[in-house]
């Protein structure tokens, strides 16, 4: 289950990436509503993705 913690504020790496406006609307909800960053949440989101990829995924 995803959850929101803190083990990410020191990110310095700098990237812009494009979402969908109804992506973007749910994900600055979600961040308000938890009191984070959108970008703390992005990268929560980022680091549950790549902690539950599958093994044969993840080496492709």
């Known amino acids: 289950m995803f ?3 803190t083990e990410l ?6 990237r812009t990436i494009r979402f969908t406006e109804k992506m973007f609307d749910e994900l600055n909800v979600l961040a308000s509503k938890n009191n ?6 992005v990268l929560q989101c980022c680091k549950y993705a ?3 990829l599958e093994k044969d995924d993840h080496n492709k």
């Open 3 to 5: 959850k929101i913690d």
């Open 50 to 52: 790549l902690d539950n």
């Open 36 to 41: 984070i960053s959108f970008n703390h949440l």
């Open 9 to 14: 504020k020191t990110a310095n790496v700098a």
